[in-house]
């Protein structure tokens, strides 16, 4: 190494983890990704995406299995609205609720 050799530069943070809810599937966890289980165990999922079950009804739970495509949730019944729910999300993807 010389004097005029630049300095070495740090790598830049990678970026933080993603993941994408859907509306009535599972989430979607960019891979790969180490799911620690309730039991304490941990499952290592190589792939670049990870369907992470939220409907409890599959098959090889954790992991999505499509299972939520064929139990649909019965129709809401008639009657008052429903109270607010949660803030949605920007279209943009941005991560960032609504102010
Ligand atoms: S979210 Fe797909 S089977 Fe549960």
Request: one cysteine or more; charged letters at 20%; aromatic letters at 2%.
């Amino acid at each position: 190494m010389s004097a005029t050799d630049p300095e070495p530069t740090a790598a830049p943070p990678p970026p933080p983890p993603r993941i994408r809810l859907t509306e009535r599937g599972p989430l979607l966890v960019d891979g790969p990704v180490d799911l620690l289980l309730p039991d304490g165990t941990v499952l290592h999922c190589d792939r670049p995406v990870v369907a992470v079950c939220t409907c409890r009804r599959s098959r090889r739970y954790p992991l999505c299995d499509t299972s939520h495509r064929t139990h649909r949730r019965p129709a809401p019944a008639p009657g008052p609205a429903p109270a607010p729910g949660p803030p949605s999300f920007p279209p943009d993807g941005s991560g960032q609720t609504p102010g």
